[in-house]
Nanobody, 117 residues
Framework: QVQLVESGGGVVQAGGSLRLVCAAS????????MGWYRQAPGKQRELVAI???????NYQDSVKGRFTSSRDNAKNTVYLQMNNLKPEDTAVYLC???????????WGQGTQVTVSS
């Protein structure tokens, strides 16, 4: 199995920045894509950013130009740098990875990001 642990969430004013970190442990061989989803109260979970093992990234349109995802394969860690945060970015941010070895996705517990206006 793969365990994912997120850190870096918190409360920030609009226009501020946060950096989320997600470290994978356990059976990390075969991890392909890693990424971030978020879920706000009363809303469906939505993709924020996904990054392939080769570093190719895709972002949700609303975060393009503000969020940047990167990863360190040697450390099995993925990052999400969030700049110019807006109140609508408030949500629980969940890390995920796709394991080719297990043929399934794994999820972290989530970290709360709150942006005040």
């Amino acid at each position: 199995q793969v365990q994912l642990v997120e850190s870096g969430g918190g409360v920030v004013q609009a226009g501020g920045s946060l950096r989320l970190v997600c470290a994978a442990s356990g059976s990390t061989f075969g991890i392909n894509d890693m990424g971030w989803y978020r879920q706000a109260p009363g809303k469906q979970r939505e993709l924020v950013a996904i990054i392939s093992r080769d570093g190719i990234t895709n972002y949700q349109d609303s975060v393009k130009g503000r969020f940047t995802s990167s990863r360190d394969n040697a450390k099995n860690t993925v990052y999400l740098q969030m700049n110019n945060l807006k109140p609508e970015d408030t949500a629980v941010y969940l890390c995920y990875c796709r394991s080719g070895a297990y043929g399934r996705d794994f999820w972290g517990q989530g970290t709360q990001v709150t942006v005040s206006s």
